[in-house]
Nanobody, 118 residues
Framework: QVQLVESGGGLVQAGGSLRLSCAASGIRFRIDSMGWYRQVPGKQRELVAG???????NYADSVKGRFTISRDNAKNTVYLQMNSLKPEDTAVYYC????????????WGQGTQVTVSS
């Protein structure tokens, strides 16, 4: 059974940094794209950053230049380095992965809380 387990969330002051990690287990085939989403109460979940199996990345405009997504395919792990954090970055962050054969299925982590104080 495929599971995504996030770690690294917490409370940080504005301007600070956090690094999120998401490790996938139960993997037998190649993971396609991976990414990070976030959600605040009353709003839809939004894409923060994504990365393909080949390493191509994309970011939400609100985090460009501050956040960096990376992955270690050998460890089936995706990371999100978050710098210059702002109070508006406060949210539950979810890891996402497209995985499966012959068709990709979306998998989600349980979420990790990131709180940025002003």
């Amino acid at each position: 059974q495929v599971q995504l387990v996030e770690s690294g969330g917490g409370l940080v002051q504005a301007g600070g940094s956090l690094r999120l990690s998401c490790a996938a287990s139960g993997i037998r085939f190649r993971i396609d794209s991976m990414g990070w989403y976030r959600q605040v109460p009353g709003k839809q979940r939004e894409l923060v950053a994504g990365i393909t199996s080949g390493g191509s990345t994309n970011y939400a405009d609100s985090v460009k230049g501050r956040f960096t997504i990376s992955r270690d395919n050998a460890k089936n792990t995706v990371y999100l380095q978050m710098n210059s954090l702002k109070p508006e970055d406060t949210a539950v962050y979810y890891c996402h992965a497209d995985y499966g054969y012959p068709y990709f299925t979306p998998y989600w982590g349980q979420g990790t809380q990131v709180t940025v104080s002003s």
